[in-house]
Nanobody, 116 residues
Framework: QVQLVESGGGLVQAGGSLRLSCAAS????????MAWYRQAPGKQRELVAH???????SYADSVKGRFTISRDDAKNTVYLQMNSLKPEDTSVYYC??????????WGQGTQVTVSS
């Protein structure tokens, strides 16, 4: 099974930027579309953005225009560039396949904290 390791989170002031990375233990091409999810304390995990194998992207309304998802299949890595961060973006961020049929095990996630 593919192992996923998220990194790049941290503490940032509102308006700042972070770039998250998700490194897979083997090819992400086999996972088809990839996605970033986030989960804030006491809330359900939500879909933030996803990218198809041919690069088509889609975003939650709450992050549209601020976040950019990308993938590098040669490096087995998915990225999330986050700009103009808001306190409500504070969450643990995870990556995984978009389609539950291709889900890998969930990684530890990476904590993003945005201070006001």
């Amino acid at each position: 099974q593919v192992q996923l390791v998220e990194s790049g989170g941290g503490l940032v002031q509102a308006g700042g930027s972070l770039r998250l990375s998700c490194a897979a233990s083997r090819s992400i091409f086999s996972l088809n579309a990839m996605a970033w999810y986030r989960q804030a304390p006491g809330k359900q995990r939500e879909l933030v953005a996803h990218i198809s194998r041919d690069g088509n992207t889609s975003y939650a309304d709450s992050v549209k225009g601020r976040f950019t998802i990308s993938r590098d299949d040669a490096k087995n890595t998915v990225y999330l560039q986050m700009n103009s961060l808001k306190p409500e973006d504070t969450s643990v961020y995870y990556c995984n396949a978009l389609d539950i049929r291709y889900f890998a095990g969930w990684g530890q996630g990476t904590q993003v904290t945005v201070s006001s």
